[in-house]
Structures are given as structure tokens and as C-alpha cells.
């Protein structure tokens, strides 16, 4: 029954929800920050990479144990995910951080990705992914679509010195097969944690090559 209205609502936000131009393209450049959860410091810090850049950005708490001060926040999806762009030795070790930056597609795909987003309800928020025929078609075989839940930390709070885009949750992979001629379409009722404030959360969807490459990314309730 929960999670029937909470995809109920997304669906309905999906029909009715405005263009929004105010988030980056598609391909736009995209800046990924790994922290280990026990690295407390390394949220604190303000390196160079991490200044405020052009294009889409997530940070991601990557697992240490769960004594670790930040263990809250941190999700098994971060190392998977380090671990696909970055290789098994890439990944940052006990308090420690890195980063991987993707300068923008020089070849870009045509347009086609959207996400949508009904209001946070009884913990969940549903999202609904579309996925154009044109764009799936152009996509390298073996490549896969995924969804989050984006807590955007301004900078000065939560002790970070700078803005962050902190991933929560994490949907996928998600299959982009579907009928020839019709949208990709995927509902999923997320559930956001409760030490995030459903009001600075925002839905992603991006679009994941087989090497691990993010080659687009979409956004509701920009900004």
C-alpha cells in the first residue's frame, strides 16, 4: 500500500512536472569524490579539486566499519561504484579520499533522460526514470541506468567548507532494454535515510557505460 501511492505520486508529478533548464546538460562534465567514512577530516577539507567546477557533481562516503564517524552515510554502492570507475585499487582506504573528474562528451548523445520525483512520504520518495528510444539506441551495449537520492549540503553546514551533492541512496543496475519504438521506463519507491532532510534531496538518474563511464545524467528540482 505504501509503496502503491508513493509511485503513485511520482507518476503524477511526471505528467505535470515543468521543463527545468537550470541544471546542467546531460553530458555535462561530471566531478565524482570518494571520502572514507572514517576520514573525518577529509569532509572538512577544501582541496583544489573540489572548488566549485562546471557540470554535475557526487560525493560519496565510501564504507571503513561501522565504528567509523561517518558509517551513517556511507553505502556499499559507494565502493562498487569506486570500483567500476577507478579499478579495486583505485578506491580510497581508511581515511583517505580521491576524486575522478569526466570532462564532457565530446560526441553527445541526443537528448532523451528525465527523472521525476513524488514528495518524501512515510520515509519513501518515488521516482520515475524515462529513458527516449534514440538515445537507448545510441548507448554502448551493456549499459545500464541508475537512480539516486542527492542530499545537497550547502557549504558552512554540516562542517563541510564547501557545497556537496552527498549520494543517500542508490538504485541499480537498472535494465535499458524495452520496446522498440516506446520509452525505458522505471518506477522505484526509494527509501531516503533518516538522518537526511527530505527537503535538500534531489532525484538523479544517469545512464552508466560497461566501463563504469557515466554518459549522462538528469536531475528533478534543480535549483
Given at each position: 500500500?505504501?509503496l ?5 505520486g ?35 577539507e ?12 557526487f ?12 558509517a ?33 562528451l ?11 520525483s513524488?514528495?518524501?512520504w512515510?520515509?519513501?520518495i ?18 545500464s ?5 542527492v542530499?545537497r ?10 557545497a ?20 525505458t521506463q522505471?518506477?522505484?519507491a ?7 532532510l ?21 536531475a528533478?528540482?534543480?535549483?
Amino acid at each position: 500500500m505504501i509503496l502503491g501511492a508513493v509511485l503513485l505520486g511520482a507518476a503524477t508529478n511526471a505528467a505535470a512536472a515543468p521543463a527545468n533548464n537550470t541544471c546542467p546538460a546531460p553530458q555535462a562534465a561530471l566531478h565524482e569524490h570518494f571520502i572514507a567514512a572514517d576520514c573525518t577530516t577529509c569532509w572538512g577539507e577544501a582541496l583544489p579539486q573540489m572548488r566549485a567546477l562546471p557540470g554535475w557533481r557526487f560525493d560519496w562516503i565510501v564504507p571503513v566499519d561501522a565504528s567509523a564517524a561517518m558509517a551513517v552515510a556511507a553505502l556499499p554502492e559507494a565502493t562498487e561504484r569506486a570500483q567500476r570507475v577507478l579499478g579495486a585499487s583505485g578506491r580510497p582506504g581508511p581515511s583517505a579520499q580521491t576524486s575522478h573528474d569526466r570532462p564532457a562528451l565530446a560526441r553527445r548523445l541526443p537528448a532523451g533522460l528525465s527523472v521525476v520525483s513524488g514528495p518524501a512520504w512515510q520515509g519513501y520518495i518515488g521516482v520515475e526514470m524515462r529513458l527516449k528510444p534514440a538515445t537507448r539506441q545510441r548507448l554502448p551495449p551493456g549499459s545500464s541506468a541508475w537512480l539516486a537520492l542527492v542530499e545537497r549540503v550547502e557549504a558552512g553546514s554540516e562542517g563541510t567548507p564547501v557545497a556537496r551533492d552527498l549520494v543517500r541512496t542508490v538504485a541499480g543496475p537498472l535494465p535499458l532494454g524495452g520496446t522498440k519504438g516506446q520509452d525505458t521506463q522505471h518506477l522505484r519507491a526509494l527509501r531516503w535515510p533518516a538522518t537526511a532532510l527530505p527537503e535538500r534531496l534531489q532525484t538523479r538518474a544517469w545512464i552508466e557505460g560497461p566501463d563504469g563511464q557515466v554518459l549522462a545524467v538528469a536531475a528533478d528540482r534543480c535549483p
